[in-house]
Structure formats: structure tokens, C-alpha cells
């Protein structure tokens, strides 16, 4: 057994063969991703890495599934049934993050294609099957909880690593992205509410759900993530740079076909992009190497009924500075993905109550309120054009 502190979940134990496939190469590169991007030009102590982030999903998904366990054990076979998930779940989480390029999201938009895709290249690999023939698990029941199958052969493990709504993932990065960057409103209870995890048998399957001493937590997981969508991941500065690093990614990969091949996909990085950089002398690498903020906010707008005021602000700003001069950027976010109504039966939380199982809206007034979407809407006006305006 191997040991690794980690300042979100203190140590976080790994097996031998776990251990050793930390070593493998498109493990390693995860170190040389950050997790939250260009985040840190506007929080200096955001440098944490997706490496990291692998290793506190794994510590949170490993909690929750001995949870599961200790209340559930009827809805597992035997002991090696046991082992077996409990083998699977870390695996996947381990690797949940392994097909992300630089700068992740910012990448797939300039090479058009996302990074579950190239999960799937990677753990094809010789090296990486090599490593899961170890660790005894399964390639493809690996790919169906990171991918989110909706035929995945465990449907409570699916949604442990990928989601909708409970998933260690997002459990992990709230606790560590609210970590680095000082934002302490991203913290929720995370000890109330994977004590109070579940399977709930629904609808003929076995389903994640909570029990109802778990509801006032799962409304703070809820608040936490709306916080640090307001606050960090959609922070004017963040969404500024990032709009010019879709730039200069066009000026690195001209040809976005040209990164397709997994071998040099997995060649590039973060660190790799701004090395690169030294040799680009254009505005929008200049603006990255230096931190030089090439636009400033102009206005804001983050209500649902703010849309007519924000369309009426652009075309204003547009008429005065010209279209070339102004960027519009529209961010929306599903805040709790409650119900994914039903018409496909989609996902939601189910509450295990004295009266039965019941929709976490029914359980919470808050979470019932909060159930939808968040908007986000900024304009931003170029500097220079702003000064000699002032003039």
C-alpha cells in the first residue's frame, strides 16, 4: 500500500498496481495540466493540476462506495463482487480525466473533438491495458463509467464517476478548486453527505439516491457548485483570457486535424502551449505570456431577465465601438441537473424518506428553487479603443 498526503483529503491510500500505473505516461502528463485552466490569472494559488484532481476523485469515490457498501450490502453478490467494484470504481476515477488536452475545454473547441473521445484511444494503448490487466478490471466496463453508458453494466458506479448529480468528481474539485483559490464558498458538507448515500432500488434498478438525513447537505453541494460558478470558473478575468487563448490555439494548430493522432495529442500540454508562446510574437500570445488584459468588462448581467437588457447594452456598446471591438460572452449552466425531466426518464436525485422514495424537490424547497439554469453574461470592450475614447 502506498501513501500519498494530499491537502483536500490528507492521504489518500493506493494499492500497488494502482501506484504503479500513476507512473504510466499519459498518467504523468496530467501533472502538466491544470485543472482549472487560466484560472490562476485571476487566482495566484490556482496551479493544482488535473494529476491531483485524479487522486482526490479517487479518495471521494472510494468514501462513497464503502458507504454504499456498509448500508447496501444485500444489492451485492459476494465479496468478490465487492472487490470487484470497488477495483472498478477507483480505476475509473483514477483515469476519468486522462483524454483532456491543454487547457482542456479551450482545446476541444479549437480541435473539435472531446475528451471522452480520446479517453477511449488512451486506454487502448499497450501501456494502459497493460496496467488495467493489473489491476484486474475490465477495459470496457472501465470506459462505460467514465463515458456515462447509459448500458453500463453498473449503473450506481456510472454515476459515482461521471455523473449527473452525485459524482466524485464534481465532490472532489468543488472541495479543491474552493482549496487553491481561496474561494470558500465552494466548501459543503462533504462528511453529512456521503454518510448519507444510498442505493435505492427504482423503477426495477439500483439507482444512487440519499437518505433524508442527507438533504440539508445535498442543498449545500447544490450551493456550493453555483458559487464557484459565479465566482471562479466564470470570473470576467477567466472568461477574458480564455477568449483569447481560442486564439492562440488557432495560431498553434492551424490545422486541428494535425493533434488527431493520439501519439501527438499526448505530446502537448499546458506547458508545452506557453513555451510555445515565446516564439509567437501576436497580440493575443503577448496578452497570455504577460497577463496584458486586452478587453475590459463592460457590463454584466446574470439574471434570466436580464437577457433584453443585455441584447439592448451590446448593440450600444457595438454602435460606439464597432463590432470588431466588442465580445458578447453567454455562459449558462444547468445548477442541479434536476430531473433531466423525464421524457427520456432522465436522471435525478431520489430522497429515501419515512413516506418512500421521492424527487429531491419534493425533499427540498431549495433545491426545487435552484433546480434549472444559471445565467451569466458579460461584455467586454478592448482597452485600447476604450482609452482613446476617453481622450
Known amino acids: 500500500m502506498k501513501r500519498i498526503f494530499d491537502p483536500v483529503h490528507h492521504f489518500i491510500e493506493l494499492a500497488f498496481p494502482e501506484a504503479r500505473m500513476l507512473d504510466a505516461g499519459p498518467m504523468q502528463r496530467m501533472r502538466r495540466l491544470r485543472q482549472l485552466g487560466l484560472a490562476y490569472l485571476a487566482f495566484p494559488s490556482a496551479e493544482h493540476s488535473r494529476f491531483s484532481h485524479a487522486l482526490g476523485a479517487l479518495a471521494m469515490g472510494t468514501r462513497v462506495f464503502d458507504e454504499l457498501v456498509r448500508h447496501g450490502r444485500e444489492y451485492f453478490r459476494d465479496a468478490d463482487d465487492v472487490s470487484y467494484q470497488r477495483r472498478l470504481v477507483r480505476s475509473a476515477l483514477l483515469l476519468h480525466d486522462i483524454g483532456h488536452g491543454p487547457f482542456s475545454h479551450a482545446c476541444e473547441a479549437v480541435l473539435g473533438k472531446r475528451h471522452e473521445d480520446r479517453t477511449r484511444e488512451i486506454l487502448a494503448l499497450p501501456e494502459m491495458r497493460e496496467h488495467l490487466e493489473k489491476l484486474r478490471v475490465d477495459e470496457g466496463d472501465v470506459l462505460s463509467l467514465i463515458m456515462g453508458s447509459p448500458d453500463a453494466k453498473y449503473p450506481a458506479l456510472r454515476e459515482i464517476v461521471s455523473g449527473p448529480n452525485l459524482d466524485a468528481d464534481r465532490m472532489d474539485y468543488l472541495l479543491r478548486d474552493s482549496f487553491f483559490t481561496g474561494v470558500q464558498s465552494g466548501r459543503y458538507d462533504a462528511d453529512q453527505l456521503v454518510a448519507s448515500l444510498r442505493l435505492i432500488e427504482r423503477d426495477g434498478k439500483v439507482v444512487l439516491g440519499i437518505d433524508a438525513r442527507g438533504v440539508v447537505a445535498l442543498e449545500s453541494f447544490v450551493v456550493a457548485r453555483y458559487m464557484m460558478f459565479a465566482a471562479v470558473y466564470f470570473h470576467h478575468t477567466t472568461r477574458m483570457f480564455e477568449h483569447i487563448l481560442h486564439q492562440v490555439l488557432r495560431e498553434l494548430w492551424p490545422d486541428p486535424h ?8 499526448l505530446r502537448w500540454d499546458d506547458f508545452r502551449v506557453l ?19 486586452i478587453y475590459k468588462l463592460a457590463a454584466e448581467f446574470n439574471a434570466e431577465s436580464d437577457l433584453d437588457a443585455f441584447e439592448k447594452r451590446d448593440r450600444e456598446l457595438r454602435e460606439r465601438y464597432g463590432d470588431a471591438n466588442v465580445w458578447a460572452d453567454e455562459q449558462s449552466q444547468v445548477l442541479h441537473r434536476l430531473p433531466l425531466v423525464a421524457a427520456d426518464g432522465g436522471a435525478t436525485v431520489w430522497v429515501q424518506t419515512h413516506d418512500g422514495v421521492v424527487d429531491a424537490r419534493q425533499a427540498s424547497d431549495l433545491i426545487a428553487r435552484m433546480t434549472g439554469k444559471a445565467h451569466w453574461r458579460k461584455l467586454f470592450v478592448r482597452r485600447d479603443v476604450l482609452t482613446k475614447s476617453l481622450r
Open 275 to 293: 513555451n510555445d508562446l515565446r516564439e509567437t510574437q501576436s497580440e493575443s500570445a503577448r496578452a497570455l505570456r504577460e497577463r496584458q488584459r
Open 258 to 265: 494535425a493533434l488527431d493522432p493520439i501519439d501527438e495529442f
